[in-house]
Each structure stands twice: as structure tokens, then as C-alpha cells.
């Protein structure tokens, strides 16, 4: 296959379709237990074009058993951190080295634009990495000087080291595969742990070539180890497994709940980075067209499918026809198209069930009395498209403004104050983002605090950094990812106290 919906593939991205998928537990690429497999579709076409193993709890136990092996023995557990910090530096050069071919492979199995996973996807893997690699060398404890009251005839000495959690169980999303995947992947190896990496069954490609890489660079046998099948199945018996210490997963706050119970059972250590319903907050003296176009990128980039998604616009009074225009104008000019045409600017959904469940938002809202400004249907052709949509004539107790679509869709609202924003914003389950676009610094810092969100942006949105902390208040979940926090989650602390 040279070319894909007329575009001319790169000959890594042939090879690596060409050839027949399998999961890689230890060393060995291997096919499900079962012998089943599942397809995997292109959201453009709606066809299928690959597929890989269903792997099931057998399987998982297989995978674990590889990471305990690497865990307690053999070359890993030896390494020194800078070792770990000169692995990753080198996967990160390869992933680097091969970004053309993994953003084919993003774009194919999940339907974004190649020019955005290439430049943003795949550019922002290679610097998490790289950014991880440096705590490798940078973990450390304290020592104190105790008191030890009641015996006070010895000394004691006292100090705390922070040492791997062990093996780690990853389960993540279908809307940023491989960033996802580097997330879960990068901290756990720079401290020393071993994985199991369940990625979504609707994409599951990128994550079985970026361990194709990992071996590559030369991480030992069962230090990273992928299980692909479906949630219900690998994910779930991966959640639940005695043999792991910690998960780690990224998804719906539905089925975050219910990983979170299956770690409990255990006592696993758990995080959890879940949805989102995020608004987007235009005051008085906000410029117009910057506003416009920024509310448009927080929820039409990566086609509304981000757990951070600006996907609440609240806009001062004043100025609410404005913003809703320029909003409206752009979203009506965006191409939709397959995401392996770097002229589209809105891809196809990831499947058509997700299809299905935007779409059927914009009917409960249509139902409820909300109004289209612009788009409100599917886009045309045989694949999961649904037109960029911004929603009029909303209430704070629709569904539509009340539950997370992940999908192309604002519902946009007028306000009147800042308290009165500031609790329709926290209005919510939610915490996971916000935004707020003014020039008048004094009113933006004012607002800040009142804002139930892990993170708040000013002027932008969607905007993220390695060293800053990524993770949400409230029911956006447990834990955060990125910056120095992210180590906490891998790690266990150990007080050691010594008499002399």
C-alpha cells in the first residue's frame, strides 16, 4: 500500500502495515492466547486496514510475569540512573528519528490530521522523554535530624530514599495514542519500573511500533511490555491483577471509577487523569477576533476529542454576538477530510460509535431547545465525521452543557459579573481545565482562585509543558502527570531510621 486516501505513504509506515501485528510480552511478539484477533479501522473510511491480537487475562498474566522478571532481576534492576537517563535519551532519538512514520500510523488508526501529529503528537513525545530522562539522575531523598524522645540514651540517624513502585499496569485512551502512551511509559522507566501498556482497542498501532523502538534503543526483556484487546477483557483483568503495584490510566471518568474500585481491591496504587467539561471565559475586554479564534482551537483541535476541551464558552454579555460570529465563521471554514491529507483541518472521529454519541448530543440539545449557530450534523461521506458545531440558545441544566460530548461541540453562554461566571464555570463534576481571555490582569488573577480546575490558562488553551503538573480537581481524577509531580506517582517513599 503506496498510498492511502491518494496520498503517498513514507516506506517505514508500508513496512510496518505490510507485515502482521502482534503483542510483545518479554521479547517475543506473539499472538493472543485465544488466537483472536481484532480489527482495526480506518475512522475515515469506516474499513478495516490491520489487525492486531485480542489479548485476553492470559495474556495480561504472561505480560506481568515478563515485567516481575525484569523488575526483580537480570540486567534492569542493576542499572544505575544515569543508564536509565541514556536509554531514554536514545528511545527519544529514535521515536525522533522516525516521527514521518509514526504520524502516519497516529493518523491512520485514529483519524487526526498527519500535519498535527507530526508536529504536535509525535514533537511533543520526543520532548517528554527527553524531559524525563533528566529526572532519572534527579530523584532523591532527605535526611533529618530526629529526636527520637523517648529514648534519649542512643542516637539515631534518619533519612527517606524514594525507590521504584514496582511493576506498573498502564491503560490508556484512544485520542492521543502515542502521547498517552509516553506519558504512562517515560516516568515509569526513567525511575526504574517495569510496565504493561494496554492501549485502546480502537488504536492500538502506534503503541506496538514506539516498543518496537524501545527494544531498539535497548531496553532489557520485560521492561515494557504491550497487550492489545479490548477494555472489558485485557483492561480490566490488568487493573485488577495481584502481580501489578501500581496503575495508571487515562480515560472516562465512568470507566475510571471502575479501574479505580479493581486497583482498590488490591490495595494497587493508583492514578487517574479522567474527562473534563471545560469552559471557556471571555470578559468585556477580551480582543474579539483573538477570542474567537482561541475558543475555536480549545475545542475543535484534535476534533473536540481532548479531555480539556474548551467545550463551555461563556462569554460577557456584551460581547457575546461577536464572539459567537467569529467562532461560527471559523468553524464553518474548517475542511474536514482524512486526517492522512495535510490539508484537513478536522478529521473523522475515532469510531462510529463515537459518531454516533456526539451526534447524539447535538439532537438531546436540538430536543432540549438549543439552536445550531453553525454546523449540528454529520459531514459527509462514508466516514465517523461530525461538522465543527457551536450550540445557541443553551441553559446551564441541558444535557449538552452538562456532560462531556468529546466531540467538535460548544454550547456558547452569555453572563453577566464575574461571580456570576466564575459559578457557572464550577457549576460541574468536573475540574480538569479552564481558560480566560481579558487584558486586564487585575480582573484575570481575581478570577484564578474562584476557579475549581488543575489547571487555568490565560490567553490560550490546550497549551501544555513538561514541567508544569497536568491533572484535574474534583471527579478529572486522581494524581497529577508531568513535572516534578509525576515521579510521586511512580515511587515509593521509605523512612530509615538507624541507631548509632
Not at 506496538?208 to 521492561?223: D, H, K, Q, S, T
Not at 432540549?368 to 445557541?392: H, N, Q, S
Not at 441544566?397 to 464575574?418: Q, S, W
Amino acid at each position: 500500500m503506496e498510498r492511502y486516501h491518494g496520498q503517498l505513504l513514507s516506506e517505514g509506515t508500508r513496512r510496518f502495515l505490510a507485515r502482521p501485528q502482534r503483542m510483545l510480552i518479554g521479547a517475543e511478539w506473539v499472538e493472543a492466547a485465544s488466537g483472536e484477533t481484532l480489527a482495526v479501522v480506518d475512522p475515515a473510511s469506516g474499513e478495516k486496514f490491520a489487525g492486531v491480537p485480542a489479548g485476553g487475562a492470559a495474556d495480561i498474566d504472561r505480560a506481568v510475569a515478563a515485567a516481575r522478571r525484569a523488575f526483580e532481576s537480570g540486567d534492569w534492576p542493576k542499572m544505575r540512573p544515569v543508564d536509565r537517563e541514556r536509554l531514554l535519551l536514545k528511545f527519544a532519538d529514535l521515536v525522533e528519528a522516525n516521527a514521518q512514520e509514526l504520524a502516519e500510523i497516529e493518523s491512520l488508526d485514529n483519524g487526526k490530521p498527519v500535519m498535527m501529529a507530526r508536529h504536535v503528537d509525535v514533537a511533543l513525545v520526543v520532548d517528554f522523554l527527553r524531559y524525563m530522562a533528566g529526572w532519572a539522575t534527579k530523584i532523591e531523598g532527605s535526611t533529618m535530624d530526629v529526636s527520637v524522645p523517648i529514648i534519649r540514651d542512643r542516637e539515631f540517624f534518619g533519612f527517606t530514599r524514594r525507590q521504584p513502585v514496582g511493576v506498573v499496569g498502564a491503560i490508556i485512551p484512544w485520542n492521543f495514542p502515542l502521547l498517552m502512551a509516553a506519558w504512562k511509559v517515560a516516568p515509569a522507566l526513567a525511575t526504574g519500573c517495569t510496565m504493561v501498556l494496554k492501549p485502546a482497542e480502537e488504536t492500538p498501532l502506534s503503541a506496538l511500533r514506539f516498543a518496537e523502538l524501545a527494544l531498539e534503543a535497548g531496553y532489557p526483556e520485560g521492561v515494557l511490555n504491550v497487550v492489545t484487546g479490548l477494555g472489558h477483557t485485557a483492561g480490566a483483568a490488568l487493573a485488577s491483577h495481584k502481580g501489578v503495584e501500581k496503575v495508571a490510566f487515562t480515560g472516562s471518568t465512568e470507566i475510571g471509577k471502575l479501574v479505580g474500585k479493581a486497583a482498590l481491591d488490591n490495595m494497587t496504587r493508583v492514578s487517574l487523569e479522567l474527562g473534563g467539561k471545560s469552559p471557556v471565559i471571555v470578559l468585556d475586554d477580551a480582543d474579539i477576533s483573538t477570542a474567537a479564534a482561541g475558543a475555536a482551537q480549545a475545542i475543535f483541535f484534535n476534533q473536540g476529542q481532548v479531555c480539556t476541551a474548551g467545550s463551555r464558552l461563556f462569554v460577557h454579555k456584551s460581547r457575546f454576538d461577536e464572539v459567537v460570529e467569529g467562532l461560527s465563521g471559523i468553524a464553518a471554514g474548517m475542511k474536514l477530510g482524512a486526517g492522512i491529507d495535510p490539508t484537513t483541518q478536522i478529521g473523522p472521529l475515532v469510531s462510529a460509535t463515537q459518531q454516533k454519541r456526539v451526534l447524539g448530543y447535538i439532537e438531546s440539545g436540538f430536543a432540549e431547545g438549543a439552536r445550531a449557530a453553525t454546523g449540528g450534523a454529520a459531514g459527509e461521506g462514508a466516514g465517523y465525521f461530525v461538522k465543527p458545531t457551536v450550540l445557541v440558545d443553551t441553559t446551564d441544566d441541558m444535557k449538552v452543557v452538562r456532560e462531556e460530548i468529546f466531540g467538535p461541540v460548544v454550547v456558547a453562554m452569555p453572563y453577566d459579573d464575574l461571580d456570576e461566571v466564575a459559578r457557572r464555570a464550577n457549576d460541574t463534576p468536573y475540574g480538569l481545565a479552564a481558560s480566560i481571555w481579558s487584558n486586564d490582569l487585575s480582573r484575570v488573577h481575581r478570577l484564578i482562585p474562584k476557579i475549581q480546575a488543575g489547571t487555568v490558562w490565560v490567553n490560550c488553551h490546550n497549551i501544555l509543558d513538561n514541567a508544569m503538573p497536568f491533572g484535574g480537581f474534583k471527579q478529572s481524577g486522581i494524581g497529577r502527570e508531568m513535572g516534578r509531580a509525576v515521579l510521586d506517582l511512580y515511587t515509593e517513599s521509605k523512612s530509615v531510621i538507624m541507631a548509632l
